[in-house]
């Protein structure tokens, strides 16, 4: 049996594949993005939450993972594991969403278990901080609907008396 508050849930995480902010590396490149790479989070986003649906877990895309490494990679160096990574998923979203091919000097068509790993924790982080970002709106949100409704009562229930 569903509770209202798992529906609630639900709806929201629908939601979020198309309101959630992508999660970019501070530094001011998140502007940089290209448009196809915002379609390919919203879509990749959209098939995490059917995956859901079936029991799995929820966790950040590849798409998401790139996006944050590309703006990372603009800010700061990256070591080695992080340029492998980055490199990886780099070329499993181009060729999924661009239909193309990454030059063979660059692709890395595979990365350790030790950088899965990395890459695991930091989609887990990517979707993790997506839905915080979520949560806080919807309270925003709530917050706003409360005071607005304590507004309306107050205007329709005059004060009987005014010390």
């Given at each position: 049996?569903?509770?209202?508050?798992?529906?609630?849930?639900?709806?929201?995480?629908?939601?979020?594949?198309f309101?959630?902010?992508?999660?970019?590396?501070?530094?001011?490149?998140?502007?940089?993005l290209?448009?196809?790479?915002?379609?390919?989070?919203?879509?990749?986003?959209?098939?995490?939450?059917?995956?859901?649906?079936?029991?799995e877990?929820?966790?950040?895309?590849?798409?998401e993972?790139?996006?944050?490494?590309?703006?990372?990679?603009?800010?700061?160096?990256?070591?080695?594991?992080?340029?492998?990574?980055?490199?990886?998923?780099?070329?499993?979203?181009?060729?999924?969403?661009?239909?193309?091919?990454?030059?063979?000097?660059?692709?890395?068509?595979?990365?350790?278990?030790?950088?899965?790993?990395?890459?695991?924790?930091?989609?887990?982080?990517?979707?993790?901080?997506?839905?915080?970002?979520r949560?806080?709106?919807?309270?925003?949100?709530?917050?706003?609907?409360?005071?607005?409704?304590r507004?309306?009562?107050?205007?329709?229930?005059?004060?009987?008396?005014?010390?």
């Open positions: 049996m569903t509770t209202a508050k798992q529906v609630e849930k639900d709806i929201s995480s629908i939601v979020g594949v309101t959630d902010p992508i999660i970019v590396f501070p530094g001011g490149w998140g502007d940089t290209p448009e196809w790479l915002k379609n390919a989070i919203t879509l990749e986003r959209l098939m995490e939450n059917v995956k859901a649906l079936k029991g877990e929820l966790t950040g895309t590849d798409a993972a790139c996006a944050y490494l590309y703006t990372a990679g603009l800010t700061a160096p990256m070591d080695s594991d992080w340029s492998q990574i980055y490199l990886y998923i780099t070329g499993k979203v181009i060729k999924q969403h661009q239909k193309t091919e990454v030059p063979r000097d660059i692709l890395v068509e595979s990365i350790s278990d030790y950088q899965q790993g990395k890459l695991r924790r930091l989609k887990d982080w990517l979707y993790e901080r997506r839905g915080k970002i949560q806080e709106g919807d309270r925003a949100e709530r917050r706003e609907r409360k005071e607005a409704d507004e309306k009562q107050a205007i329709a229930q005059p004060a009987l008396f005014d010390f």
